[in-house]
């Protein structure tokens, strides 16, 4: 069973500084709030200074909050607690690479130091940088987090232990879905959606995590999620071997009200793109300028030329599509190279 911290305050490792854990929760609340408004120039929400105020009391704590709530700056003003000389390291489980390149990208624009971990790029080095708090935040795939030797040998070794900061469970909704495939037969049911680098025993992997997270050296876990039903918050505390009074349950507004999803009815081929013609008024009617902002999603490179011909036909602008710079509309494909990916990250930051 894991549990409750004993103090906020353990005899080895990494501690909150004591200048900030003696104050009392309205103070440490304004605290908070200064941080957040230094840091990300907007106030903190009202449940994230309460997830904060919970690690920096020792409390495991379960977020359920949704897309777009800011949890991931949650493990980030709680290092801010740490006193910086201490080198504190953070963890962080991630279902996918895809997942963790990003957060990565986030951290190193917010200032801090940060690596993805994978069977490509974790070597004795990464290792022995890591003991040495060179990262301030680490990714990893639970497969790596419970199968791999070299992590063990890290995880485990007490120079790592006594820079634990805190263990984020990213995507905790995965834990429950993936830990069903150990019931299941066949061992290729989800494999599409995993990189090859992390794949093998990958899946089952996300629900056998409660043995490896009681070496914990005393620090809190963060649990965040923007999908978990109650039977999947149940299952997701007893795979971790977590009790109602070893964890607080903070719930946030998960859904995106000023998200609508219209379903509508298609009467062609998916390849032919033919019903986007519904979608798109004729241009004698609505100029370019006056178009409502859209984003077409394909399936390939070929099909978004498809979709763009089609939006010409509804648009009554023959041959426009073939036009690089068309007023109207352009084609981008997602499979840039990692540097292209790498300055659109940033340019978004920056906007």
Known sequence: MIKIPKGVCSPTGINVDPRISKLCDEKLKKHIKKVSLKCYKQAAKQLQIEAVINLVRGRNTFLLAGTGFGKSQIAEMYYQTIPEKDRAVIVTLNPLDGLGNNQVLKKELAGFTAINLTKLNF??????DITKGVYQFVYLSPEIYLNNKLWDELYFSPQFQVRL??????????????????????TNNFAVHIRHEDSGIFWPSYGNLGG???????????????????????????????DDDSIDMLRGELTRR??????????????????????????KDITNDKLVPALVYSGSCNRTLTVLEVIDRARESHGVCYLA???????????????????????FADA
Request: hydrophobic share 45%; proline share 4%; aromatic share 4%.
């Open 258 to 283: 000023e998200i609508r999803i219209i379903c509508a009815p298609m009467d062609n081929s998916l390849a032919s793109s033919l019903d986007v013609i519904k979608v798109f008024p004729s241009g």
């Open 123 to 128: 070597n004795k080095k990464t290792a022995a």
């Open 165 to 186: 900061g805190l263990i984020v469970v990213d995507e905790a909704h995965m834990i429950f879905i993936w830990g069903l495939v150990q019931s299941c037969k066949g």
């Open 325 to 347: 710079n068309s007023k109207c509309a352009r084609r981008y494909h997602s499979c840039s190279g990692n540097l292209d990916k790498l300055d659109t990250v940033r340019d």
């Open 212 to 242: 490896h997270l009681l070496f914990q050296n005393e620090k809190p876990i963060l649990l965040l999620s923007a999908t978990c039903r109650p039977v999947a918050v149940a299952a997701i505390k007893k795979s971790l071997k977590l």
